[in-house]
Every structure is written in C-alpha cells, then in structure tokens.
C-alpha cells in the first residue's frame, strides 16, 4: 500500500516511535471498525485516520512539548505519495488534535473546512485521542480490542499482557471529545 509505505517512510525520517505508532493506527483502525454504526464514516476516512494515527508523534523530532503542531507542520509541508493535498491537510489536523486543545473555528485551517468536513475531523480525532490513550505507556501491551455499542454506550474490550491502569486512566482524561461528539459513554472492561 503506498500510502502506508510513504507514511511509515516520512515517520522513519523524524525518528518516529514505529512501535508505537503502529500500535496506536492499528487499534484506531479497530475502533473505526467497530464503531461504524455510531460514526458512520466511509473507507477514505478510515485512511486518513490510519494515516494520522501513524505520524501523529512525528513532531517530537522538533519540540516534544508542543509536538501536536509541529506534527501539524510537518505533515502539511511533506508529500505523502497516494493522498490529495486535500486529505493530507485532513491527515495533518486529525494528528495535530490528537492531544491537548480540541478541533476549534480559533484555530484558521479547522475554521477553513466545510461544516461536514469539521464532523469528519472531530469523530476521526476523537477515535485517535481514545487510540493513543489506550498505548499511553509506549509498551504495546494491549493484545486485542473489540468495541461493544449499546443503547448510548460503548465498551471497549481489551486483553492485556500487562496492567492497563496507566490506559484507563489515560482513556478517561482523552476521553471526553469522544463522549461529546458521539454523545456516548465510554467505558474499559478488561478481558483477562
């Protein structure tokens, strides 16, 4: 897949965590997944998610403090083989929200997308911020994820190698986009 190629190649040239960045787009591709009666998104945003849960690090080469927007930065001024210049601006603000402030109209690219496009940026963001959280220690422990949605719940299924308190601690305090925009509760059951 080229696109995967080009993005695992632009992580490779910042120093990226690959563990963890794989870790982190393939539970978010789970997630997708499993939510698609709640998001109702279609395969091209699943793309853009994958490819903004893999580079969503890539700014610490730059400044770990404020890594998000250079993260932003970056992938808005590289080519990513197999994206429109269109996505890739999607990709960079989906990674670019991962963390600290959430999608605003104060921040000029979010401001600059269609209302349908600023739907599609928030749902893809708050599926990457529940990701990371779930990889919070770096360590890939989680061996599996499988997303349960009842009523105006979801509960996320997960099998551990190791303790996941750092996670559900960490799921709790990136949770709430998630909870705002898809007007749902979100809950952690480990399966051991």
Wanted: glycine fraction near 6%.
């Amino acid at each position: 897949d080229k696109i995967l190629a080009a993005a695992v190649q632009l992580g490779r040239r910042y120093h990226f965590d690959e563990r963890h960045a794989m870790q982190v787009a393939a539970l978010a591709c789970d997630l997708f997944d499993g939510l698609q009666d709640v998001h109702e998104l279609g395969s091209s945003d699943r793309e853009i998610l994958r490819v903004a849960a893999i580079l969503h690090d890539i700014g610490d080469f730059v400044n770990a403090r404020s890594h998000h927007k250079h993260t932003q930065y970056i992938i808005d001024n590289s080519d990513l083989m197999g994206l429109t210049v269109f996505d890739k601006s999607l990709v960079a603000l989906v990674a670019r929200y991962h963390r600290r402030a959430e999608p605003t109209t104060s921040h000029a690219a979010f401001k600059a997308l269609s209302g349908k496009n600023r739907v599609r940026v928030q749902k893809l963001v708050s599926i990457l911020r529940v990701a990371d959280a779930l990889d919070r220690g770096h360590s890939a422990k989680l061996s599996s994820l499988r997303v349960e949605n009842e009523d105006k719940k979801t509960t996320l299924c997960i099998e551990a190698g190791d303790d996941p308190s750092l996670e559900a601690w960490t799921l709790e305090r990136k949770g709430g986009l998630f909870r705002e925009v898809f007007g749902r509760e979100l809950a952690l059951r480990h399966d051991a």
